[in-house]
């Protein structure tokens, strides 16, 4: 059973950065990080193969940058020129399937979840 537990989440101002973190036990090969808005789906952010190749959401292209500590069981999400529309709970994922992926249905560890919250 994989372990997924995040953190780094909080509040910042529109063009500010946060950097997440995500530890997980039963380290799986394919990690992602979601997010979501009461009222709407589960989006993929992000998605990395530990071994490289990350794939990104159109939206946080160019702004969020995904990465891996293969040796610390550990997947960070930089989030860099944040804007109003970044607020969410942003949720770690792991998953042994098809790699990168955006796919909710590639993912069958989740964590609890880190809020962000981005004010103008």
């Known amino acids: 059973q994989v372990a997924l537990v995040e953190s780094g989440g909080g509040s910042v101002q529109a063009g500010g950065s946060l950097r997440l973190s995500c530890g997980g036990s039963g380290f799986m090969y394919c990690m992602a990080w979601f997010r979501q808005v009461p009222g709407k789906e589960r989006e993929g952010v992000a998605s990395i193969h530990t071994d490289g190749n990350p794939r990104y959401a159109d939206s946080v292209k160019g702004r969020f940058t995904i990465s891996v500590d293969k040796a610390k069981n550990s997947v960070f999400l930089q989030m860099n020129s944040l804007k109003r529309e970044d607020t969410a709970m942003y949720y770690c994922?792991?998953?042994?399937?098809?790699?990168?992926?955006?796919?909710?249905?590639?993912?069958?560890?989740w964590g609890q979840g880190t809020q962000v919250t981005v004010s103008s």
């Open positions: 994922a792991a998953g042994e399937d098809w790699c990168p992926s955006l796919s909710l249905n590639n993912y069958n560890a």
